[in-house]
């Protein structure tokens, strides 16, 4: 089992930064790929960012490449995902997921992740 928690949600204006934290626990981390998705209000939840077990390979949506990465700290069973240059339409529930998997192929694909934090709002005002 795997447990995430996520925290640094919140309100900020165009153009500027967070910083999402996903706090891991359970033995198996180190083996999982992490991944962070999205979903606003009347949409469906959509991919963001994921790497690898080894966080050697990462995957970005398009939507956020160059302005989001995604980052990992297995000593302490952490998760990051740095946002800049936010956008209002990067509002929406952001949540942690985790991926029982040591390939170094990375999804985006919600199905395959096994694992879901309850998810954290961010709100970019314009």
């Known amino acids: 089992q795997v447990q995430l928690v996520e925290s640094g949600g919140g309100l900020v204006q165009a153009g500027g930064s967070l910083r999402l934290s996903c706090a891991a626990s359970?033995?198996?981390?180190?083996?999982?790929?992490m991944g962070w998705f999205r979903q606003a209000p009347g949409k469906e939840r959509e991919f963001v960012a994921a790497?690898?077990?080894?966080?050697?390979?990462?995957y970005y949506a398009d939507s956020v490449k160059g302005r989001f990465t995604i980052s990992r700290d297995s000593a302490k069973n952490m998760v990051y995902l740095q946002m800049n240059s936010l956008k209002p339409e990067d509002t929406a529930v952001y949540y942690c997921?985790?991926?029982?998997?040591?390939?170094?192929?990375?999804?985006?694909?919600?199905?395959?992740?096994?694992?879901w934090g309850q998810g954290t709002q961010i709100t970019v005002s314009s």
């Open positions: 359970g033995r198996t981390f180190s083996r999982n790929a």
């Open positions: 790497n690898s077990w080894s966080g050697g390979s990462t």
């Open positions: 997921a985790a991926r029982l998997f040591q390939g170094t192929v990375v999804s985006g694909k919600a199905s395959d992740y096994n694992y």
